[in-house]
């Protein structure tokens, strides 16, 4: 297995490029389910969670074809096109690998009445169970089975119909899934309590790009006038928020200079806030936002919400970053039951972090020093990363398999702006 291994010590300085927001790339794919005509996405992101969602594509019948980026995209242009569907079956070996391969529930209920998908278990962060994609779906007049470890879905006479479901917890997944579901309904489907996420928003204008009808996009309730077709379109992926805050934290941990390439302020509001919270300076450019730092981070308090609010995705980043602050750091989080799989490797390199329970606290430390950690998790992975940039002496993070999942030319990006950062390929 890779193995990336830093030298700490470099500050950050010059520009990195944003890629395609991963999250939102992962809801626009199946959307291709919903139409027998193309559906072109353009910044795709070269990650491991894309090009297994196009594998996922392939064994339903629909055919992805890549091509070359667009001058103006950091990413890649793909071409998905349903023309009919050759299965409605999500196995259980690719579910396994990636839980986003539920968002195929929705699409595939809409487009051909019947869907059976793998229940894709918890993994290192919870337990992430899936009843409310299934509430919602049920609200639609789905009927739906739980049998041998699948999902087994049908749309009653081959179509679902108008209903009206609230989420008693915001969920971005099942609001993705419901609203996939909802545009060729008949009638009219409102989804209450509704995630609000940029990858969301993304999701619904790329939907209305193909002649869905949604009201109330980037609000907690979305009504959807399910139509009897969708037509092909193309479509860009929104730049990658919780990247572009990820490499934020590490301009900030390594005192250094950086500009996100790309990244949209309007949408990271509560990100750039908590890194003025640390004391950053940070300041939107004509081309992305610029983040600089001198002398030890601030205190900051955090508790992750749903969107508007503080994100979970970027929980153990900014963790890493206050382990250097100079002075106590409060964490909490609010949406997943374990996600401080990072703290036991923080501390292998000198972290003081104190776990209670939802709440984490972090009393920032003279220094840092390099050690071998082990990934668990895909933002866990980024936050040694960050860590060991401004760790004395050498860091080897393992299982980087995490990380390619959702940061893509990890390395290269950071060379760029002067970590000394390499990939250690394993054979
Ligand atoms: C999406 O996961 C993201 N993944 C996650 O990013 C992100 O952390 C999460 O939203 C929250 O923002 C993708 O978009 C592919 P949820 P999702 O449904 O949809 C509970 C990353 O690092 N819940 O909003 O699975 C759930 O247990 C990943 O990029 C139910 O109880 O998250 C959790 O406590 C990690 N029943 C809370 O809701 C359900 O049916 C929020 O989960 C669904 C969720």
Same mark, same amino acid.
């Given at each position: ?200 928003? &993304? ?5 209305? $790009? /193909?002649?869905?009808?949604?009201? !109330?996009?980037?609000?907690? %309730?979305? +009504? @959807? ?87 979970? &995705? ?5 963790? $890493? /970053?206050?382990?250097?602050?100079? !002075?106590?750091?409060?964490? %909490?989080? +609010? @949406? ?92």
């Amino acid at each position: 297995m890779d193995q990336i291994v830093i030298r700490g010590g470099q500050r950050l300085k010059g520009r990195i490029p944003i890629s395609g927001a991963k999250n939102a790339a992962l809801t626009l794919l199946p959307c291709a389910l919903l139409t027998d005509e193309p559906l072109t996405l353009r910044n795709l992101p070269r990650l491991a969670d894309v090009d297994g969602f196009g594998h996922l594509l392939n064994q339903l019948g629909c055919s992805t074809t890549i091509e070359g980026s667009r001058p103006e995209d950091f990413g890649r242009v793909m071409t998905a096109r349903a023309t009919t569907l050759t299965s409605t079956v999500a196995p259980y070996d690719i579910v396994r690998k990636m839980r986003a391969s539920i968002l195929v529930l929705g699409p595939l209920l809409a487009r051909a009445g019947e869907a059976t998908v793998s229940l894709p278990g918890g993994c290192a962060i919870g337990n992430r169970p899936i009843d409310l994609h299934l509430k919602a779906l049920e609200a639609f007049g789905a009927e739906i089975e739980l049998a041998s470890g699948y999902v087994k879905a049908v749309a009653p006479g081959g179509r679902l119909k108008g209903g009206k479901f609230t989420f008693p917890v915001v969920s971005v997944g099942a609001t993705e899934n419901a609203v996939m579901a909802a545009v060729l309904a008949k009638g009219t489907c409102i989804l209450e309590n509704a995630a609000r996420e940029p990858e969301i928003v &993304d999701l619904c204008n790329c939907l209305v $790009a /193909m002649g869905a009808s949604i009201d !109330g996009i980037g609000t907690e %309730t979305l +009504t @959807i006038e399910g139509v009897d077709r969708l037509h092909g379109a193309t479509y860009r992926v929104m730049a990658d928020r919780i990247e572009a805050g990820s490499y934020a934290c590490a301009a900030v941990i390594t005192e250094g200079d950086v500009e996100l390439v790309g990244a949209q302020a309007n949408e990271m509001d509560a990100t750039l806030a908590a890194l003025r919270q640390a004391g950053a300076t940070v300041e939107e450019t004509k081309t992305g936002i610029r983040v600089a730092m001198s002398g030890r981070a601030e205190p900051v308090t955090l508790s992750t919400a749903p969107y508007p609010g503080f994100a979970t &995705d970027m929980q153990a980043q900014f963790m $890493a /970053m206050a382990t250097l602050g100079s !002075g106590a750091s409060l964490f %909490t989080e +609010t @949406i997943f039951e374990n996600r401080y799989m990072h703290v036991p490797e923080l501390a292998r390199m000198g972290c003081d972090i104190d776990v209670r329970g939802r709440s984490a606290v972090v009393r920032g430390v003279d220094h840092l020093v390099g050690a071998p950690v082990m990934a668990t998790d895909l933002r866990a992975s980024m936050s040694l990363i960050i860590a060991g940039l401004a760790a004395q002496g050498q860091t080897e993070v393992n299982r980087v398999y995490h990380l390619d999942r959702g940061y893509e030319r990890l390395e290269e990006k950071l060379q760029s702006v002067g970590a000394d950062i390499e990939r250690i390929s394993a054979g």
